[in-house]
Protein backbone atom coordinates (compact mmCIF):
# COMPACT_ATOMS: atom_id res chain seq x y z
CA UNK A 1 0.00 0.00 0.00
CA UNK A 2 1.30 3.47 0.17
CA UNK A 3 5.02 4.54 1.34
CA UNK A 4 6.27 7.27 2.80
CA UNK A 5 9.57 9.10 3.12
CA UNK A 6 10.86 12.04 4.17
CA UNK A 7 13.90 13.39 4.75
CA UNK A 8 16.33 16.24 5.65
CA UNK A 9 19.68 16.52 5.55
CA UNK A 10 22.58 18.84 4.43
CA UNK A 11 22.75 17.55 1.01
CA UNK A 12 20.37 16.83 -1.63
CA UNK A 13 17.22 14.77 -0.44
CA UNK A 14 16.17 13.96 -3.72
CA UNK A 15 18.21 10.57 -4.27
CA UNK A 16 17.36 9.61 -0.93
CA UNK A 17 13.85 9.89 -1.28
CA UNK A 18 13.84 8.08 -4.24
CA UNK A 19 15.90 5.80 -3.27
CA UNK A 20 13.38 5.24 0.02
CA UNK A 21 10.46 5.35 -2.73
CA UNK A 22 12.16 2.36 -4.94
CA UNK A 23 12.04 0.22 -1.72
CA UNK A 24 8.78 0.62 -1.23
CA UNK A 25 7.45 -0.28 -4.54
CA UNK A 26 7.23 -4.21 -3.46
CA UNK A 27 3.97 -2.21 -1.11
CA UNK A 28 2.15 -2.44 -4.42
CA UNK A 29 1.31 1.17 -5.90
CA UNK A 30 -0.13 3.48 -8.74
CA UNK A 31 1.19 6.57 -8.62
CA UNK A 32 4.13 7.97 -6.90
CA UNK A 33 5.54 11.50 -6.53
CA UNK A 34 7.90 14.14 -4.30
CA UNK A 35 8.42 17.82 -3.03
CA UNK A 36 11.57 19.26 -1.91
CA UNK A 37 11.67 23.03 -0.11
CA UNK A 38 14.74 24.95 -2.16
CA UNK A 39 15.55 28.57 -2.81
CA UNK A 40 12.71 29.00 -5.24
CA UNK A 41 10.31 27.44 -2.68
CA UNK A 42 8.29 24.58 -2.62
CA UNK A 43 8.75 22.35 -5.87
CA UNK A 44 6.45 18.81 -6.45
CA UNK A 45 7.19 15.79 -8.96
CA UNK A 46 4.31 13.93 -9.64
CA UNK A 47 3.60 10.56 -11.78
CA UNK A 48 1.62 7.86 -12.53
CA UNK A 49 4.42 5.36 -13.94
CA UNK A 50 6.65 3.97 -12.00
CA UNK A 51 9.04 5.64 -9.75
CA UNK A 52 11.77 4.77 -12.03
CA UNK A 53 9.64 7.49 -14.47
CA UNK A 54 9.51 9.86 -12.00
CA UNK A 55 13.29 9.49 -11.25
CA UNK A 56 13.72 10.69 -14.97
CA UNK A 57 11.05 13.81 -13.97
CA UNK A 58 12.78 14.55 -11.38
CA UNK A 59 16.40 14.75 -13.01
CA UNK A 60 15.09 16.16 -16.13
CA UNK A 61 13.40 18.90 -13.94
CA UNK A 62 16.80 19.18 -11.89
CA UNK A 63 14.95 18.89 -8.64
CA UNK A 64 16.83 19.83 -5.58
CA UNK A 65 16.50 20.35 -1.81
CA UNK A 66 17.53 19.93 1.74
CA UNK A 67 14.15 19.05 3.01
CA UNK A 68 11.62 16.89 1.25
CA UNK A 69 8.75 14.27 1.38
CA UNK A 70 8.07 11.71 -0.94
CA UNK A 71 5.24 9.04 -1.40
CA UNK A 72 3.80 5.98 -3.53
CA UNK A 73 0.24 5.82 -3.95
CA UNK A 74 -2.44 2.79 -3.77
CA UNK A 75 -5.23 4.55 -4.85
CA UNK A 76 -8.20 4.80 -2.11
CA UNK A 77 -10.26 7.95 -2.75
CA UNK A 78 -10.23 9.19 -6.40
CA UNK A 79 -8.41 7.23 -8.87
CA UNK A 80 -5.04 6.63 -10.11
CA UNK A 81 -4.15 9.92 -11.87
CA UNK A 82 -1.79 12.85 -11.29
CA UNK A 83 -3.86 15.27 -9.83
CA UNK A 84 -4.57 12.67 -7.15
CA UNK A 85 -0.96 11.64 -6.53
CA UNK A 86 0.75 12.55 -3.20
CA UNK A 87 1.98 15.29 -2.24
CA UNK A 88 -0.93 17.27 -2.10
CA UNK A 89 0.12 21.35 -1.82
CA UNK A 90 -2.16 23.93 -0.31
CA UNK A 91 -0.02 27.47 -0.54
CA UNK A 92 3.12 26.48 0.89
CA UNK A 93 2.24 23.57 2.72
CA UNK A 94 3.02 20.31 1.44
CA UNK A 95 1.41 16.56 2.93
CA UNK A 96 1.74 12.87 2.04
CA UNK A 97 -0.30 10.71 3.92
CA UNK A 98 -1.06 6.82 4.12
CA UNK A 99 -4.13 6.03 5.28
CA UNK A 100 -7.92 6.99 5.51
CA UNK A 101 -9.32 9.91 6.76
CA UNK A 102 -13.18 9.08 7.60
CA UNK A 103 -14.40 12.17 8.18
CA UNK A 104 -13.07 13.48 5.35
CA UNK A 105 -16.09 15.02 3.99
CA UNK A 106 -17.20 17.02 6.97
CA UNK A 107 -14.11 18.53 6.64
CA UNK A 108 -13.52 19.80 2.85
CA UNK A 109 -17.51 21.44 3.36
CA UNK A 110 -16.00 23.25 6.55
CA UNK A 111 -12.35 24.04 4.27
CA UNK A 112 -14.49 24.92 0.98
CA UNK A 113 -16.96 27.43 2.94
CA UNK A 114 -13.17 29.66 4.47
CA UNK A 115 -12.78 29.46 0.67
CA UNK A 116 -10.11 26.78 -0.10
CA UNK A 117 -10.01 25.14 -3.14
CA UNK A 118 -9.70 21.17 -3.98
CA UNK A 119 -8.41 19.87 -7.14
CA UNK A 120 -7.94 16.38 -5.93
CA UNK A 121 -10.67 13.79 -4.96
CA UNK A 122 -8.36 12.42 -2.19
CA UNK A 123 -8.61 12.44 1.66
CA UNK A 124 -5.16 13.77 2.15
CA UNK A 125 -5.97 17.40 0.42
CA UNK A 126 -8.11 18.09 3.15
CA UNK A 127 -4.91 17.61 5.97
CA UNK A 128 -3.13 20.08 3.24
CA UNK A 129 -5.64 22.95 4.11
CA UNK A 130 -6.38 22.23 7.18
CA UNK A 131 -2.67 22.40 8.15
CA UNK A 132 -2.33 25.72 6.20
CA UNK A 133 -5.42 27.05 7.17
CA UNK A 134 -4.04 26.16 11.48
CA UNK A 135 -0.77 27.73 10.04
CA UNK A 136 -2.44 31.25 9.37
CA UNK A 137 -2.37 31.62 13.06
CA UNK A 138 1.07 32.66 13.09
CA UNK A 139 1.98 29.07 15.28
CA UNK A 140 4.69 27.08 14.17
CA UNK A 141 4.24 23.93 11.98
CA UNK A 142 4.61 21.84 14.68
CA UNK A 143 1.87 23.44 15.97
CA UNK A 144 -0.21 23.49 13.06
CA UNK A 145 0.46 20.06 12.85
CA UNK A 146 -0.27 19.00 16.38
CA UNK A 147 -3.71 20.83 15.84
CA UNK A 148 -4.52 19.80 12.50
CA UNK A 149 -4.70 15.94 13.86
CA UNK A 150 -7.19 16.52 16.85
CA UNK A 151 -9.56 17.01 14.20
CA UNK A 152 -9.12 13.54 11.89
CA UNK A 153 -10.50 11.15 12.18
CA UNK A 154 -9.46 7.40 11.00
CA UNK A 155 -6.02 5.95 10.28
CA UNK A 156 -3.15 7.79 9.53
CA UNK A 157 0.71 8.41 8.90
CA UNK A 158 1.42 11.87 7.58
CA UNK A 159 4.82 14.32 6.40
CA UNK A 160 4.68 17.66 6.43
CA UNK A 161 6.78 20.73 4.85
CA UNK A 162 5.35 23.88 4.54
CA UNK A 163 7.58 27.08 2.15
CA UNK A 164 7.71 29.08 5.47
CA UNK A 165 9.69 26.87 7.16
CA UNK A 166 13.36 25.13 5.95
CA UNK A 167 14.44 23.75 9.12
CA UNK A 168 11.62 21.01 10.03
CA UNK A 169 10.09 18.58 8.75
CA UNK A 170 7.06 17.21 10.82
CA UNK A 171 4.81 14.07 10.89
CA UNK A 172 2.48 12.38 12.68
CA UNK A 173 0.88 8.89 12.98
CA UNK A 174 -2.00 7.34 14.19
CA UNK A 175 -3.31 3.84 13.33
CA UNK A 176 -0.74 3.14 10.48
CA UNK A 177 2.61 2.68 10.48
CA UNK A 178 5.80 5.25 10.66
CA UNK A 179 9.01 5.50 12.18
CA UNK A 180 11.80 8.00 12.22
CA UNK A 181 15.29 7.40 11.04
CA UNK A 182 18.16 8.96 12.91
CA UNK A 183 21.58 9.93 10.70
CA UNK A 184 24.38 11.77 11.89
CA UNK A 185 23.41 15.38 11.22
CA UNK A 186 20.51 14.47 9.04
CA UNK A 187 17.28 12.88 10.03
CA UNK A 188 14.73 10.62 8.30
CA UNK A 189 11.00 9.48 9.02
CA UNK A 190 9.61 6.54 6.88
CA UNK A 191 6.36 4.40 6.82
CA UNK A 192 8.59 1.02 6.54
CA UNK A 193 12.41 0.28 7.85
CA UNK A 194 13.62 -1.07 4.26
CA UNK A 195 13.58 2.53 3.13
CA UNK A 196 15.59 3.79 6.01
CA UNK A 197 18.48 1.36 5.69
CA UNK A 198 20.00 2.78 3.07
CA UNK A 199 21.20 5.59 5.18
CA UNK A 200 20.69 4.47 8.69
CA UNK A 201 20.23 1.60 11.12
CA UNK A 202 18.92 3.29 13.66
CA UNK A 203 14.83 3.37 14.13
CA UNK A 204 12.98 5.28 16.39
CA UNK A 205 9.05 3.72 15.96
CA UNK A 206 6.33 6.03 16.68
CA UNK A 207 3.12 5.55 18.64
CA UNK A 208 0.00 5.78 17.82
CA UNK A 209 -1.29 9.94 19.28
CA UNK A 210 3.11 10.91 18.36
CA UNK A 211 3.58 14.04 16.55
CA UNK A 212 7.92 14.85 15.91
CA UNK A 213 9.29 17.05 14.48
CA UNK A 214 12.59 16.37 12.75
CA UNK A 215 15.31 18.81 12.06
CA UNK A 216 18.58 18.47 11.08
CA UNK A 217 19.87 18.02 15.17
CA UNK A 218 17.22 15.81 16.30
CA UNK A 219 13.74 14.63 16.79
CA UNK A 220 11.21 16.10 19.33
CA UNK A 221 8.13 13.68 20.05
CA UNK A 222 5.24 14.89 21.78
CA UNK A 223 2.61 12.46 22.55
CA UNK A 224 -1.51 12.20 22.30
CA UNK A 225 -1.81 13.64 25.91
CA UNK A 226 0.72 16.56 24.61
CA UNK A 227 3.43 15.08 26.13
CA UNK A 228 7.13 15.34 25.15
CA UNK A 229 8.46 12.23 25.51
CA UNK A 230 11.77 9.80 24.74
CA UNK A 231 11.29 6.77 22.71
CA UNK A 232 14.00 3.96 22.52
CA UNK A 233 16.25 4.42 19.46
CA UNK A 234 16.12 0.83 17.71
CA UNK A 235 18.91 -0.34 15.94
CA UNK A 236 17.37 -2.59 12.82
CA UNK A 237 18.52 -6.07 11.80
CA UNK A 238 17.44 -5.51 7.76
CA UNK A 239 20.28 -5.78 5.98
CA UNK A 240 20.38 -4.12 3.18
CA UNK A 241 21.48 -7.44 1.29
CA UNK A 242 18.15 -9.30 2.75
CA UNK A 243 15.94 -6.89 0.46
CA UNK A 244 18.38 -6.87 -2.79
CA UNK A 245 17.63 -9.06 -5.65
CA UNK A 246 20.60 -11.49 -6.02
CA UNK A 247 20.71 -13.36 -8.44
CA UNK A 248 17.17 -13.64 -8.86
CA UNK A 249 14.79 -12.32 -11.59
CA UNK A 250 11.87 -11.68 -9.15
CA UNK A 251 11.51 -11.37 -5.23
CA UNK A 252 8.56 -13.57 -5.65
CA UNK A 253 11.31 -16.57 -6.88
CA UNK A 254 13.69 -15.10 -4.55
CA UNK A 255 11.28 -15.67 -1.75
CA UNK A 256 10.05 -19.04 -3.07
CA UNK A 257 13.74 -20.65 -2.87
CA UNK A 258 14.30 -19.02 0.57
CA UNK A 259 11.76 -20.93 1.88
CA UNK A 260 14.36 -24.17 3.43
CA UNK A 261 16.60 -21.40 4.96
CA UNK A 262 13.61 -19.46 6.16
CA UNK A 263 12.18 -22.30 7.26
CA UNK A 264 15.43 -23.65 9.13
CA UNK A 265 15.87 -20.44 10.44
CA UNK A 266 12.27 -20.29 11.91
CA UNK A 267 12.83 -23.48 13.67
CA UNK A 268 15.90 -22.89 14.66
CA UNK A 269 15.73 -22.99 18.16
CA UNK A 270 14.02 -26.47 18.11
CA UNK A 271 15.37 -28.81 15.89
CA UNK A 272 18.51 -29.02 17.96
CA UNK A 273 16.73 -29.47 20.95
CA UNK A 274 15.39 -33.21 22.04
CA UNK A 275 11.73 -31.39 23.39
CA UNK A 276 9.47 -28.89 22.98
CA UNK A 277 8.19 -26.57 25.43
CA UNK A 278 5.77 -24.02 25.54
CA UNK A 279 8.29 -21.23 26.43
CA UNK A 280 9.28 -20.94 22.47
CA UNK A 281 6.17 -18.56 22.19
CA UNK A 282 6.67 -16.50 25.47
CA UNK A 283 7.66 -16.71 29.54
CA UNK A 284 3.93 -16.55 30.11
CA UNK A 285 2.42 -19.38 27.49
CA UNK A 286 2.98 -21.85 29.84
CA UNK A 287 0.60 -20.76 31.97
CA UNK A 288 -2.10 -19.69 29.42
CA UNK A 289 -1.79 -23.02 27.25
CA UNK A 290 -3.23 -24.64 30.23
CA UNK A 291 -5.95 -22.52 31.04
CA UNK A 292 -7.11 -21.99 27.67
CA UNK A 293 -10.15 -24.44 26.40
CA UNK A 294 -10.43 -23.37 22.47
CA UNK A 295 -8.66 -21.18 19.81
CA UNK A 296 -10.01 -18.73 17.69
CA UNK A 297 -7.44 -18.24 14.75
CA UNK A 298 -8.07 -14.29 13.34
CA UNK A 299 -6.22 -13.44 9.97
CA UNK A 300 -6.41 -12.26 6.24
CA UNK A 301 -5.23 -13.43 2.48
CA UNK A 302 -2.72 -16.49 2.66
CA UNK A 303 -2.27 -16.20 6.71
CA UNK A 304 -6.10 -16.35 6.81
CA UNK A 305 -5.17 -19.81 4.91
CA UNK A 306 -2.11 -20.57 7.12
CA UNK A 307 -4.75 -20.74 10.44
CA UNK A 308 -7.49 -23.26 8.48
CA UNK A 309 -4.50 -25.54 8.25
CA UNK A 310 -3.75 -24.61 11.46
CA UNK A 311 -7.34 -25.40 12.60
CA UNK A 312 -6.64 -29.23 11.05
CA UNK A 313 -3.94 -29.55 13.31
CA UNK A 314 -5.36 -28.45 16.50
CA UNK A 315 -8.32 -30.08 16.37
CA UNK A 316 -6.67 -33.70 15.20
CA UNK A 317 -3.60 -33.62 17.36
CA UNK A 318 -4.17 -31.18 20.59
CA UNK A 319 -7.94 -31.99 20.52
CA UNK A 320 -8.66 -28.40 21.03
CA UNK A 321 -11.50 -27.00 19.68
CA UNK A 322 -10.47 -24.56 17.07
CA UNK A 323 -12.14 -21.42 15.04
CA UNK A 324 -10.70 -19.86 12.34
CA UNK A 325 -12.02 -16.44 11.07
CA UNK A 326 -11.38 -14.22 8.54
CA UNK A 327 -10.33 -11.02 10.25
CA UNK A 328 -12.60 -8.27 8.35
CA UNK A 329 -15.39 -10.45 9.03
CA UNK A 330 -15.17 -11.36 12.73
CA UNK A 331 -14.51 -7.45 13.36
CA UNK A 332 -17.84 -6.66 12.53
CA UNK A 333 -19.97 -9.67 13.25
CA UNK A 334 -21.93 -10.47 16.75
CA UNK A 335 -19.67 -13.42 18.10
CA UNK A 336 -20.09 -15.06 21.29
CA UNK A 337 -17.03 -14.30 23.23
CA UNK A 338 -15.32 -16.80 25.33
CA UNK A 339 -12.12 -15.70 27.86
CA UNK A 340 -10.59 -19.02 28.01
CA UNK A 341 -10.29 -19.10 24.33
CA UNK A 342 -6.41 -18.23 23.47
CA UNK A 343 -7.08 -16.02 20.49
CA UNK A 344 -4.25 -16.02 17.98
CA UNK A 345 -3.50 -13.70 14.80
CA UNK A 346 -1.51 -14.25 11.78
CA UNK A 347 0.03 -11.47 9.72
CA UNK A 348 3.84 -11.62 7.28
CA UNK A 349 3.69 -7.69 8.16
CA UNK A 350 1.94 -7.40 11.44
CA UNK A 351 0.43 -4.12 10.33
CA UNK A 352 -2.60 -5.46 8.38
CA UNK A 353 -5.43 -3.42 9.36
CA UNK A 354 -8.10 -5.82 9.81
CA UNK A 355 -6.04 -8.04 11.52
CA UNK A 356 -5.16 -5.29 14.30
CA UNK A 357 -8.59 -4.33 14.54
CA UNK A 358 -10.17 -8.10 15.30
CA UNK A 359 -7.45 -8.50 17.76
CA UNK A 360 -8.50 -4.99 19.62
CA UNK A 361 -12.09 -6.53 19.36
CA UNK A 362 -11.51 -9.74 20.37
CA UNK A 363 -9.98 -7.94 23.51
CA UNK A 364 -12.67 -5.71 24.06
CA UNK A 365 -14.89 -8.51 24.04
CA UNK A 366 -13.43 -10.13 27.11
CA UNK A 367 -10.74 -12.51 25.63
CA UNK A 368 -7.91 -12.43 27.72
CA UNK A 369 -5.05 -14.27 25.97
CA UNK A 370 -3.70 -13.61 22.68
CA UNK A 371 -0.78 -15.07 20.51
CA UNK A 372 0.73 -13.60 17.17
CA UNK A 373 2.59 -15.35 15.05
CA UNK A 374 4.08 -12.77 12.77
CA UNK A 375 7.49 -12.34 10.33
CA UNK A 376 7.92 -8.87 11.70
CA UNK A 377 9.41 -8.09 15.28
CA UNK A 378 8.61 -4.49 15.56
CA UNK A 379 4.95 -4.54 13.95
CA UNK A 380 2.00 -3.27 15.51
CA UNK A 381 1.00 -6.73 15.82
CA UNK A 382 3.56 -8.07 18.49
CA UNK A 383 3.24 -5.00 20.20
CA UNK A 384 -0.47 -6.01 20.50
CA UNK A 385 -0.03 -9.28 21.55
CA UNK A 386 0.67 -11.00 24.84
CA UNK A 387 2.47 -13.66 23.44
CA UNK A 388 4.14 -14.23 20.55
CA UNK A 389 6.18 -16.32 17.74
CA UNK A 390 8.51 -14.51 15.34
CA UNK A 391 8.45 -16.62 12.23
CA UNK A 392 12.10 -15.58 10.83
CA UNK A 393 11.10 -15.64 7.17
CA UNK A 394 13.22 -12.27 6.41
CA UNK A 395 11.59 -9.33 4.90
CA UNK A 396 9.27 -10.31 1.65
CA UNK A 397 9.19 -8.50 -0.71
CA UNK A 398 6.68 -10.06 -3.39
CA UNK A 399 3.48 -9.19 -2.97
CA UNK A 400 2.16 -12.17 -3.29
CA UNK A 401 3.01 -13.92 0.03
CA UNK A 402 5.47 -17.76 0.21
CA UNK A 403 7.75 -17.78 2.35
CA UNK A 404 5.94 -16.10 5.12
CA UNK A 405 3.39 -18.84 4.15
CA UNK A 406 5.48 -21.75 4.94
CA UNK A 407 7.34 -20.41 8.21
CA UNK A 408 3.76 -19.40 9.59
CA UNK A 409 2.68 -23.44 8.84
CA UNK A 410 6.16 -24.19 10.32
CA UNK A 411 5.19 -21.69 13.60
CA UNK A 412 1.68 -23.57 13.74
CA UNK A 413 3.06 -27.53 13.69
CA UNK A 414 4.86 -26.33 16.18
CA UNK A 415 2.34 -24.77 18.60
CA UNK A 416 0.28 -27.84 17.64
CA UNK A 417 2.79 -29.97 18.98
CA UNK A 418 3.00 -28.15 22.09
CA UNK A 419 -0.05 -28.25 22.85
CA UNK A 420 -0.87 -31.61 22.20
CA UNK A 421 2.02 -32.36 24.60
CA UNK A 422 0.44 -30.54 27.13
CA UNK A 423 -2.94 -32.30 27.35
CA UNK A 424 -1.05 -35.24 27.42
CA UNK A 425 -1.43 -36.60 23.78
CA UNK A 426 2.16 -36.56 22.60
CA UNK A 427 4.33 -39.41 23.68
CA UNK A 428 7.72 -39.01 23.59
CA UNK A 429 8.48 -41.28 20.84
CA UNK A 430 5.93 -39.57 19.16
CA UNK A 431 7.77 -36.28 20.37
CA UNK A 432 11.01 -37.45 19.00
CA UNK A 433 9.09 -38.22 15.48
CA UNK A 434 7.58 -35.12 14.83
CA UNK A 435 10.95 -33.27 15.75
CA UNK A 436 12.85 -35.15 13.47
CA UNK A 437 10.35 -34.38 10.63
CA UNK A 438 10.64 -31.06 11.49
CA UNK A 439 14.38 -30.81 11.46
CA UNK A 440 14.02 -32.67 7.88
CA UNK A 441 11.81 -30.09 6.74
CA UNK A 442 14.35 -27.63 4.81
CA UNK A 443 16.07 -30.97 3.06
CA UNK A 444 12.64 -31.87 1.85
CA UNK A 445 11.90 -28.20 1.09
CA UNK A 446 14.58 -28.34 -0.99
CA UNK A 447 13.88 -31.27 -3.07
CA UNK A 448 10.17 -30.33 -4.06
CA UNK A 449 12.02 -27.16 -5.24
CA UNK A 450 13.02 -29.94 -8.11
CA UNK A 451 9.69 -30.30 -9.40
CA UNK A 452 10.31 -26.48 -11.09
CA UNK A 453 11.13 -28.19 -15.03
CA UNK A 454 7.56 -29.99 -14.70
CA UNK A 455 6.01 -27.32 -13.40
CA UNK A 456 7.28 -25.02 -16.33
CA UNK A 457 5.41 -27.07 -18.69
CA UNK A 458 2.28 -27.10 -16.55
CA UNK A 459 2.53 -23.40 -16.86
CA UNK A 460 2.46 -23.15 -20.70
CA UNK A 461 -0.82 -25.16 -20.52
CA UNK A 462 -2.14 -22.72 -18.26
CA UNK A 463 -1.23 -19.68 -19.45
CA UNK A 464 -3.72 -19.73 -22.30
CA UNK A 465 -6.61 -20.42 -20.11
CA UNK A 466 -8.92 -18.52 -18.53
CA UNK A 467 -10.29 -20.20 -15.62
CA UNK A 468 -8.68 -22.64 -13.28
CA UNK A 469 -10.23 -25.11 -10.33
CA UNK A 470 -8.41 -26.38 -7.39
CA UNK A 471 -9.05 -29.54 -5.64
CA UNK A 472 -7.52 -30.88 -2.31
CA UNK A 473 -9.79 -32.68 0.53
CA UNK A 474 -9.15 -32.90 4.45
CA UNK A 475 -6.00 -30.35 5.57
CA UNK A 476 -4.99 -29.82 2.04
CA UNK A 477 -8.07 -28.11 1.38
CA UNK A 478 -6.46 -25.17 2.89
CA UNK A 479 -3.77 -25.47 0.31
CA UNK A 480 -5.92 -25.50 -2.94
CA UNK A 481 -6.94 -22.88 -1.32
CA UNK A 482 -3.84 -21.02 -1.64
CA UNK A 483 -2.64 -22.50 -4.86
CA UNK A 484 -6.20 -20.69 -6.49
CA UNK A 485 -5.11 -17.07 -4.41
CA UNK A 486 -1.52 -17.66 -5.81
CA UNK A 487 -2.86 -18.43 -9.07
CA UNK A 488 -5.43 -15.21 -9.33
CA UNK A 489 -3.22 -12.91 -7.81
CA UNK A 490 -0.53 -12.96 -9.75
CA UNK A 491 -2.00 -14.50 -13.57
CA UNK A 492 -5.27 -12.59 -12.64
CA UNK A 493 -7.19 -16.20 -14.42
CA UNK A 494 -10.18 -16.76 -12.49
CA UNK A 495 -9.09 -20.15 -9.74
CA UNK A 496 -11.07 -21.24 -7.36
CA UNK A 497 -10.49 -24.15 -5.09
CA UNK A 498 -12.90 -26.49 -3.76
CA UNK A 499 -12.45 -29.05 -1.16
CA UNK A 500 -12.73 -32.44 -3.74
CA UNK A 501 -16.50 -33.56 -2.14
CA UNK A 502 -18.07 -30.58 -2.80
CA UNK A 503 -17.34 -31.57 -6.72
CA UNK A 504 -20.88 -32.44 -7.96
CA UNK A 505 -22.55 -29.88 -5.39
CA UNK A 506 -21.83 -27.30 -7.94
CA UNK A 507 -18.69 -26.71 -9.84
CA UNK A 508 -18.78 -29.98 -11.57
CA UNK A 509 -20.97 -27.93 -13.73
CA UNK A 510 -18.03 -25.70 -14.75
CA UNK A 511 -16.05 -28.67 -15.88
CA UNK A 512 -14.96 -29.58 -19.76
CA UNK A 513 -11.90 -29.47 -22.06
CA UNK A 514 -10.84 -25.96 -21.32
CA UNK A 515 -11.13 -26.33 -17.74
CA UNK A 516 -7.45 -27.43 -15.77
CA UNK A 517 -8.22 -28.83 -12.63
CA UNK A 518 -5.25 -29.20 -10.31
CA UNK A 519 -5.48 -31.88 -7.47
CA UNK A 520 -3.32 -32.09 -4.13
CA UNK A 521 -2.95 -35.99 -4.05
CA UNK A 522 -1.20 -37.15 -0.96
CA UNK A 523 -1.48 -40.65 0.05
CA UNK A 524 -3.90 -40.31 3.39
CA UNK A 525 -7.07 -41.81 4.72
CA UNK A 526 -8.99 -39.56 2.26
CA UNK A 527 -6.91 -40.91 -1.50
CA UNK A 528 -9.19 -43.11 -2.71
CA UNK A 529 -11.81 -40.68 -2.26
CA UNK A 530 -9.98 -38.47 -4.02
CA UNK A 531 -9.19 -40.43 -7.00
CA UNK A 532 -13.23 -41.15 -7.46
CA UNK A 533 -13.31 -37.38 -7.37
CA UNK A 534 -10.22 -37.10 -10.10
CA UNK A 535 -12.28 -39.72 -12.15
CA UNK A 536 -15.47 -37.60 -12.21
CA UNK A 537 -13.29 -34.88 -13.99
CA UNK A 538 -11.56 -36.79 -16.16
CA UNK A 539 -15.10 -38.47 -17.42
CA UNK A 540 -16.12 -34.77 -18.37
CA UNK A 541 -13.03 -33.92 -20.14
CA UNK A 542 -11.61 -32.00 -17.55
CA UNK A 543 -7.64 -31.69 -17.76
CA UNK A 544 -5.99 -33.16 -14.39
CA UNK A 545 -2.83 -31.81 -13.41
CA UNK A 546 -1.50 -33.76 -9.85
CA UNK A 547 0.41 -33.49 -6.74
CA UNK A 548 0.78 -37.24 -5.89
CA UNK A 549 2.95 -38.75 -3.20
CA UNK A 550 4.44 -41.55 -4.44
CA UNK A 551 2.22 -44.56 -2.92
CA UNK A 552 -0.99 -43.31 -5.05
CA UNK A 553 -0.17 -45.26 -7.91
CA UNK A 554 -1.39 -42.45 -9.90
CA UNK A 555 0.64 -42.01 -13.10
CA UNK A 556 0.02 -39.69 -16.08
CA UNK A 557 -2.35 -40.75 -18.80
CA UNK A 558 -4.03 -38.90 -21.64
CA UNK A 559 -5.58 -35.74 -20.14
CA UNK A 560 -3.95 -36.65 -16.46
CA UNK A 561 -0.32 -34.60 -15.55
CA UNK A 562 1.02 -36.41 -12.61
CA UNK A 563 3.88 -34.58 -10.25
CA UNK A 564 4.84 -37.16 -8.68
CA UNK A 565 6.18 -35.41 -4.83
CA UNK A 566 9.55 -35.89 -3.68
CA UNK A 567 8.76 -36.83 0.28
CA UNK A 568 5.97 -38.34 1.76
CA UNK A 569 6.08 -35.69 4.77
CA UNK A 570 2.55 -36.95 7.06
CA UNK A 571 1.95 -34.22 9.07
CA UNK A 572 4.33 -31.48 7.56
CA UNK A 573 2.36 -32.71 4.15
CA UNK A 574 0.55 -29.29 3.31
CA UNK A 575 3.77 -27.30 3.44
CA UNK A 576 5.82 -29.43 0.64
CA UNK A 577 2.56 -28.98 -1.41
CA UNK A 578 2.23 -25.50 -1.22
CA UNK A 579 5.74 -24.89 -2.80
CA UNK A 580 4.90 -26.77 -6.38
CA UNK A 581 1.58 -24.34 -6.44
CA UNK A 582 3.68 -20.96 -5.78
CA UNK A 583 6.22 -22.08 -8.75
CA UNK A 584 3.16 -22.77 -10.97
CA UNK A 585 1.21 -19.53 -10.37
CA UNK A 586 4.78 -17.53 -10.62
CA UNK A 587 5.67 -19.14 -14.04
CA UNK A 588 2.51 -18.80 -15.28
CA UNK A 589 2.16 -14.91 -14.88
CA UNK A 590 5.72 -14.61 -16.26
CA UNK A 591 4.15 -16.63 -19.33
CA UNK A 592 1.54 -14.24 -19.71
CA UNK A 593 4.42 -11.21 -19.00
CA UNK A 594 2.71 -9.83 -15.74
CA UNK A 595 4.67 -7.80 -13.52
CA UNK A 596 4.89 -10.75 -10.78
CA UNK A 597 6.07 -8.72 -7.59
CA UNK A 598 3.80 -5.97 -8.37
CA UNK A 599 0.42 -7.65 -9.33
CA UNK A 600 -2.14 -5.05 -10.61
CA UNK A 601 -4.68 -3.19 -7.91
CA UNK A 602 -2.87 -5.68 -5.09
CA UNK A 603 -0.76 -4.21 -2.08
CA UNK A 604 1.36 -5.67 0.28
CA UNK A 605 0.70 -4.57 3.41
CA UNK A 606 -3.19 -3.59 3.58
CA UNK A 607 -2.88 -0.39 5.82
CA UNK A 608 -6.33 0.48 5.39
CA UNK A 609 -9.60 -1.45 5.71
C1 LIG B 1 -2.25 -8.64 1.44
C2 LIG B 1 -1.10 -9.37 0.79
C3 LIG B 1 -1.25 -10.87 1.01
C4 LIG B 1 -1.36 -11.16 2.50
C5 LIG B 1 -2.48 -10.37 3.16
C6 LIG B 1 -2.41 -10.45 4.67
O1 LIG B 1 -3.43 -8.94 0.79
O2 LIG B 1 -1.05 -9.09 -0.59
O3 LIG B 1 -0.15 -11.55 0.47
O4 LIG B 1 -1.58 -12.53 2.68
O5 LIG B 1 -2.36 -8.98 2.83
O6 LIG B 1 -1.24 -9.83 5.11
P1 LIG B 1 -0.48 -10.14 6.43
O7 LIG B 1 0.72 -9.22 6.41
O8 LIG B 1 -1.43 -9.79 7.55
O9 LIG B 1 -0.11 -11.57 6.45
Redesign the pocket.
Known sequence: MCGIVGAIARCNVVPILLEGLKRLEYRGYDSAGVAVLNASGLERVRSTGRVAELEKLTQAQGLSGNIGIAHTRWATHGAPEERNAHPHVSGGVSVVHNGIIENHEAMRARLRAKGYVFVSDTDTEVIAHLVNSNLQAGVTLFEAVRKSVVELVGAYAIAVVSESDHDHLVVARHGAPLQLGVGDGENFAASDTSALIQVTQKVIYLEDGDVAEITLGGVTIVDAKGDTVERAVHVSQLSAAAVELGNYQHYMQKEIFEQPIAVANTLEMVTSAQSISPQLFGAAAGEVFRDIDSVLIL?????YHAGMVARYWIEGFAGIACNVEIASEYRYRESVPNPRALVIT???????AD?LAALQHAKELGHRYSLSVCNVPESALIRASDLRFLTRAGPEIG???TK?FTTQLAALALLTMVLAKMRGRLSTEREAGLLKALRHLPIALQSVLHVEPQIRMWADKFAQRHHALFLGRGIHYPIAMEGALKLK?ISYIHAEAYAAGELKHGPLALVDKYMPVVAIAPQDALIEKLKSNLQEVRARGGELYVMADQDTKLTSSDGVHVIRMPDHAGLLSPILHTVPLQLLAYHVALERGNDVDKPRN?????TVE
Open positions: ACGTSISQSGETTVASAELAKSV
